[in-house]
């Protein structure tokens, strides 16, 4: 088996040597419908230089495709650039079984990585904008600390343009090609941005200013090669467009609607909702926790602009899957929403209460007043929420 993996050439001097991941669905509470890979890259310097690693158990792909084109004990450095477990789960046993002379990561990093795992060898601590000669090759790195982890840092191969990005720049995406440029480009549109919503939207104002501290550089870019999804070679100025569209949350005319329900009475509230929205200019995105994944709801999330929450009151709290959706959702951030609450209940009725008070955390822009209804909505009811949709759409229509 381990001789039918090999290395993909990028440039002359650079190989993929990642490994793929079909089975993965669920990172961390995000839905990964699409699997997703583990890039690592060898650039074969007269330095060889390894630059990250892939999780634990897909350490013998990465050695097998490294194999394939270099004995791995001529590796003389490895490159951390994220302590994350999905690109350093092996570094250990590489370690052990490679020998580098030298080890490299941020100065975050270095510490991370000795907190994570048991590694004898000294890693030498690397600076913002440091410079590390391979040779015939130079490396300059960049931290790009909190995008998304405190260590994380981007190195860039000078000669060839080469941005080693980890994982900012990818996707969640197992394919058998390796190259933007070569797959669906639908695909890579939601793939992409579903991971930008899912893991880098917290660190909007970080990445703006990292794309302004970039083009100050004056650097210029021929290949992005991230930790994760394929790599960009090909008019690359569209993935960072987007990642400068999607960071700065500037809402469209569309709305989600999320709503959990028990016996279909805050699912009708919703329906009014989400017409009075439509009657109001927005295109509306209806959101049943029954069968969408909280990753889908912040995809739907990252470009809209107005956001009603419904649930009914079960044991005096939210249904516990609206719970987990609004917990996921402050967690990442987004912003210049304008929303409301709305939900039924049997007989105390806390529900549409809580969620107002997280949509106030969030600083959701509140469109009016909750809507609650006992037990069934009647047609005055289900009218309230239908203007209540109209008055959301006014508000966000009003700052388009
Ligand atoms: Fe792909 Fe933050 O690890």
């Given at each position: 088996m381990k001789d039918s993996f090999?290395?993909?050439?990028?440039?002359?001097?650079?190989?993929?040597?990642g490994a793929i991941d079909w089975n993965i669905r669920d990172f961390h509470g995000y839905t990964t419908k699409r699997g997703s890979t583990y890039n690592a890259y060898l650039i074969l310097a007269d330095?060889?230089?390894?630059?990250?690693?892939?999780?634990?158990?897909?350490?013998?792909?990465?050695?097998?495709?490294?194999?394939?084109?270099?004995?791995?004990?001529?590796?003389?450095?490895?490159?951390?650039?994220?302590?994350?477990?999905?690109?350093?789960?092996?570094?250990?046993?590489?370690i052990r079984t490679v020998k580098p002379e030298k080890v490299f990561a941020s100065a975050i990093g270095a510490k991370t990585l000795k907190e994570h795992f048991t590694i004898d060898q000294e890693i030498t601590p690397v600076k913002d904008g440091e410079s590390l000669s391979?040779?015939?090759?130079?490396?300059?790195?960049?931290?790009?600390?909190?995008?998304?982890?405190?260590?994380?840092?981007?190195?860039?191969?000078?000669?060839?343009?080469?941005?080693?990005?980890?994982?900012?720049?990818?996707?969640?995406?197992?394919?058998?090609?390796?190259?933007?440029?070569?797959?669906?480009?639908?695909?890579?549109?939601?793939?992409?941005?579903?991971?930008?919503?899912?893991?880098?939207?917290?660190?909007s104002p970080l990445v703006l200013k990292?794309?302004?501290?970039?083009?100050?550089?004056?650097?210029?870019f021929k290949i992005i090669a991230p930790d994760h999804g394929p790599i960009w070679r090909k008019e690359i100025g569209g993935i960072i467009e987007k990642y400068a569209k999607w960071a700065a949350q500037k809402p469209e005319a569309k709305a989600v609607v999320v709503f959990a329900t028990m016996w279909h009475s805050t699912e009708k509230m919703a329906r009014a909702m989400g017409e009075g929205l439509a009657a109001g200019g927005l295109h509306v995105k209806m959101m049943p926790l029954e069968v969408v994944h909280r990753s889908d709801v912040v995809y739907e999330l990252l470009n809209a602009g107005a956001l009603a929450v419904g649930s009914p009151t079960l044991n005096n709290h939210m249904l516990p899957q609206m719970a987990d959706v609004l917990t996921y959702i402050k967690g990442l951030?987004?912003?210049?929403?304008v929303g409301a609450a709305f939900g039924s209940y049997g007989w105390s009725g806390e529900a549409v209460k809580e969620i107002e008070d997280v949509l106030a955390e969030m600083k959701v822009e509140k469109a009016g007043e909750g809507i609650r209804v006992k037990n069934v909505p009647d047609d005055a009811v289900l009218k309230n929420c239908y203007e209540l949709g109209k008055t959301m759409a006014e508000m966000l229509r009003g700052k388009l």
């Open positions: 090999k290395a993909v050439q990028v440039t002359e001097d650079v190989w993929w040597v330095k060889v230089t390894l630059i990250d690693t892939v999780k634990a158990g897909f350490r013998m792909e990465m050695m097998a495709r490294i194999a394939s084109v270099i004995d791995p004990e001529k590796i003389d450095y490895i490159v951390s650039n994220h302590s994350e477990m999905d690109h350093s789960g092996s570094l250990p046993e590489v391979l040779g015939n090759r130079t490396l300059t790195f960049m931290e790009t600390r909190m995008l998304h982890w405190p260590d994380s840092m981007f190195s860039y191969l000078n000669e060839e343009q080469l941005l080693f990005s980890q994982d900012a720049f990818g996707m969640h995406y197992a394919s058998s090609e390796r190259f933007a440029d070569e797959c669906n480009p639908a695909i890579l549109d939601y793939e992409a941005a579903t991971y930008y919503a899912n893991i880098i939207l917290p660190y990292l794309i302004d501290k970039v083009t100050a550089t004056g650097l210029s951030k987004p912003k210049n929403l």
